[in-house]
């Protein structure tokens, strides 16, 4: 599947880039019988990318698509052009950039401290570790964290 995506990807990133929107991620799945195509793009502006722009990109992304030979895509599937939203992952650069202050959840593969899911503010980062500053009641601590460790990283809404 990745080669299919890689492939997608390289055709339409340019596309989005030239509109002044950001590729987030790429995904193509098979749920309940049904092949996805599932591209998520978003806007470095307050509000991020608006729906009128989503449409708008669906038409060049679908056409793009339509016109490549061979079709990377011989089944049917639904192309669906979406924004990450507000708890979008953390993956690229900028991504872990962009999360550096802010608060996010992280998933990880075996415990730490008995838990495998924190929530708190993303202090800092590197290739080997990150520090999240996380709440226990009434008080804040810092736990450093392996990257190798890491399931997932999402940014979080703080409730």
């Known amino acids: 599947m990745s080669k299919i995506t890689d492939l997608i990807r390289s055709e339409i990133e340019p596309i989005i880039d030239q509109r002044g929107d950001e590729f987030v991620d790429i995904e193509y799945v098979k749920e309940k019988g049904q092949n996805y195509l599932r591209i998520y793009v978003d806007k470095d502006q307050l509000g991020g990318i608006d729906i009128n722009e989503i449409a708008y990109l669906s038409e060049l992304v679908s056409e793009k698509l339509d016109s490549l030979d061979p079709d990377p895509l011989p089944d049917p599937y639904v192309l669906e052009l979406s924004s990450p939203g507000a708890e979008r992952p953390i993956k690229s650069a900028k991504d872990w950039t962009k999360a550096r202050g802010e608060y996010v959840h ?45 399931a997932n990283i999402r940014f979080a809404i703080e409730f």
């Open 106 to 150: 992280v998933g990880l593969y075996q415990k730490i401290d008995g838990k495998k899911i924190y929530e708190g503010t993303l202090k800092s980062y590197s290739d080997e570790e990150i520090e999240l500053e996380i709440k226990i009641k009434t008080r804040r601590k810092t736990l450093n964290i392996p990257r190798k460790l890491i």
